[in-house]
């Protein structure tokens, strides 16, 4: 057996080992929805010896599922829409205006990247501005979270774009909001949407923000569901799974669906500095 074929069996088990590490755990939660109360507590991955199909009704209405769904939809696309065009918006003026002052904007927003977020100071902000238990101060916050990655990446696309296409379009009498919403967005698309998807992705999944800054039940997205179903004695695991894919399942269309831009987007741009 040649050198080249060993090494490609090594890489082919590597592969499988590594997808094995990622799609067990899913797995265990997949078919530990579908198992009763005490089955579930076990953890194991065997299949049920009784499939349980009614944990998820029981979950959709003892969790409130309906209302953490439109509070999720509400903070992400919300969110999302508001961080990516606003980013979009100040990463072109960033590159076409070359200046120490938006140097400096730059570089201080991609400190974000870098620091987490200081949940303690964040609450005492926004206590002095009213905004705590309320939706806008958790949009505020997803939204100001994604504005360094956003920035960054969009920036790196935006150099690719010839600054030719801008004096043309101010040639033609076009003013600075339409250069940028009808000439320069519609050549972002590819980047646009991959940053919206990622940044979906995550204030959909995320749970320390609405765990921090919201203290009602009305208020909790879908991933804080899972506190309906912990008890001082017992804990529902059941239900705790079934809670874990119907919240999974709208990130994994939103993925499905915009696969082929996130590679786009990624890779676009990515070369010219």
């Known amino acids: 057996m040649s050198r080249k074929r060993i090494q490609g069996i090594i890489k082919q088990i590597t592969c499988i080992l590594l997808s094995l590490i990622v799609i067990t755990p899913f797995y265990m939660v997949l078919i530990n929805s579908f198992k009763s109360k005490g089955e579930a507590a076990r953890m194991s991955l065997s299949l ?3 499939w349980v199909f009614t944990n998820y009704a029981e979950v959709i209405e003892k969790g409130k599922l309906m209302q953490g769904f439109s509070n999720s939809l509400l903070y992400a696309t919300v969110a999302t829409l508001i961080g990516v065009v606003l980013c979009a918006m100040a990463a072109f003026v960033i590159c076409r205006r070359k200046s ?4 400096f904007i730059y570089y201080f927003v991609l400190c974000g990247l870098f620091f987490p977020v200081n949940y303690v100071t964040l609450v005492k902000v926004f206590q002095l501005m009213h905004l705590t238990d309320t939706k806008l101060g958790i949009i505020i916050t997803f939204t100001s979270a994604m504005i360094p990655f956003c920035v960054f990446t969009i920036r790196n ?3 690719s774009v010839p600054v030719e296409m801008d ?3 101010v040639i033609d009498g076009a003013g600075p909001l339409a250069l940028f919403f009808r000439i320069i967005m519609p050549l972002l698309k590819p980047i646009l949407v991959t940053c919206f998807i990622l940044q979906f992705m995550g204030v959909w999944s995320d749970f320390l923000t609405p765990l921090y800054l919201s203290s ?9 569901a899972v506190y309906q179903f912990f008890g001082k004695n017992t804990n529902y695991w059941n239900y705790i799974f079934a809670d874990i894919v119907l919240t999974c399942v ?3 269309i939103v993925y499905m669906l915009g696969q082929k831009y996130i590679v786009s987007g990624m890779t676009s741009g990515a070369v010219k500095e």
């Open 167 to 169: 004096e043309a379009a």
């Open 48 to 50: 049920p010896k009784k």
């Open 250 to 252: 709208p990130v994994l």
């Open 157 to 159: 696309f935006v150099l």
């Open 100 to 103: 120490k002052f938006n140097d």
């Open 216 to 224: 009602k039940s009305r208020m909790f997205p879908m991933t804080m």
